[in-house]
């Protein structure tokens, strides 16, 4: 069907051809989530793709999520696809064939990379969505839900490329390390006191930041099911 490419669009009327585009990107996205957490390939290669991304305010407003004060609007569809490329980026990094090739100063520089575009990204989501007092005077239903999972999404990158995932064994036993009472001095009442850190193994890089943000998703979370 030629939907990678412009090419395959030219003959269509205008309207045909937007509806192809939008299916095209709807597919990439689904691609590129797929892959990254069954860690499987995705199928469209960024530099076979030609096809024009989503408009920053498409005429007919397609993808469009506008605050019920139309004060905020935000194309959820083009954050999508910006999304999913840097989800490409994860996954090429950490999983694909050429990940197992990386030199250890490569693959910190990717991360790194990765996490800027991650940054710059996050960037670009008006500030007042990125806490749940702000989203969900802007919107409720299925649109708060969709910046919610797009959020989430975006956590999973982070969490990623910094090893900080559920089912790695390696962080959770560093963490667990804090807790024990073989580093952590009690007073005489048994309050906590001052954390010896001396032979603990360090924190996942840029721990304190995937906190916060772990933190932010939570209270959208809550704060989400009493709305």
Same mark, same amino acid.
């Given at each position: 069907?030629?939907?990678?490419?412009?090419?395959?669009?030219?003959?269509?009327?205008?309207?045909?051809?937007?509806?192809?585009?939008?299916?095209?990107?709807?597919?990439?996205?689904?691609?590129?989530?797929?892959?990254?957490?069954?860690?499987?390939?995705?199928?469209?290669?960024?530099?076979?793709?030609?096809?024009?991304?989503?408009?920053?305010?498409?005429?007919?407003?397609?993808?469009?999520?506008?605050?019920?004060?139309?004060?905020?609007?935000?194309?959820?569809?083009?954050?999508?696809?910006?999304?999913?490329?840097?989800?490409?980026?994860?996954?090429?990094?950490?999983?694909?064939?050429?990940?197992?090739?990386?030199?250890?100063?490569?693959?910190?520089?990717?991360?790194?990379?990765?996490?800027?575009?991650?940054?710059?990204?996050?960037?670009?989501?008006?500030?007042?969505?990125?806490?749940?007092?702000?989203?969900?005077?802007?919107?409720?239903?299925?649109?708060?839900?969709?910046?919610?999972?797009?959020?989430?999404?975006?956590?999973?990158?982070?969490?990623?490329?910094?090893?900080?995932?559920?089912? =790695?064994?390696?962080?959770? !036993? /560093? #963490?667990?390390?804090? %807790? &024990?009472?073989?580093?952590?001095?009690?007073?005489?009442?048994?309050?906590?006191?001052?954390?010896?850190?001396?032979?603990?193994?360090?924190?996942?890089?840029?721990?304190? =930041?995937?906190?916060?943000? !772990? /933190? #932010?998703?939570?209270? %959208? &979370?809550?704060?989400?099911?009493?709305?």
């Amino acid at each position: 069907m030629r939907r990678p490419s412009r090419k395959g669009l030219d003959s269509l009327s205008s309207t045909e051809s937007f509806r192809r585009r939008m299916v095209f990107w709807i597919v990439y996205i689904l691609d590129r989530d797929l892959a990254l957490r069954s860690k499987a390939p995705y199928t469209q290669l960024d530099a076979e793709t030609d096809v024009e991304l989503p408009g920053l305010d498409d005429k007919d407003r397609i993808g469009m999520l506008t605050s019920s004060t139309g004060g905020i609007s935000v194309n959820y569809l083009r954050k999508r696809v910006e999304l999913a490329r840097i989800q490409g980026r994860v996954y090429d990094i950490l999983y694909s064939w050429r990940s197992h090739l990386l030199t250890p100063d490569q693959r910190l520089n990717d991360i790194s990379l990765v996490a800027q575009m991650l940054s710059e990204w996050r960037g670009t989501i008006p500030a007042e969505l990125l806490h749940p007092g702000g989203l969900f005077q802007c919107f409720s239903g299925t649109p708060a839900f969709l910046v919610m999972d797009m959020y989430n999404r975006h956590l999973e990158c982070l969490f990623r490329i910094h090893d900080i995932f559920s089912f =790695d064994d390696s962080w959770l !036993g /560093r #963490t667990h390390c804090y %807790l &024990s009472p073989a580093v952590i001095e009690l007073g005489g009442d048994e309050v906590d006191g001052k954390l010896v850190k001396s032979g603990l193994a360090p924190l996942p890089e840029a721990w304190g =930041d995937c906190i916060q943000y !772990g /933190r #932010t998703c939570l209270e %959208l &979370s809550v704060f989400g099911n009493f709305t």
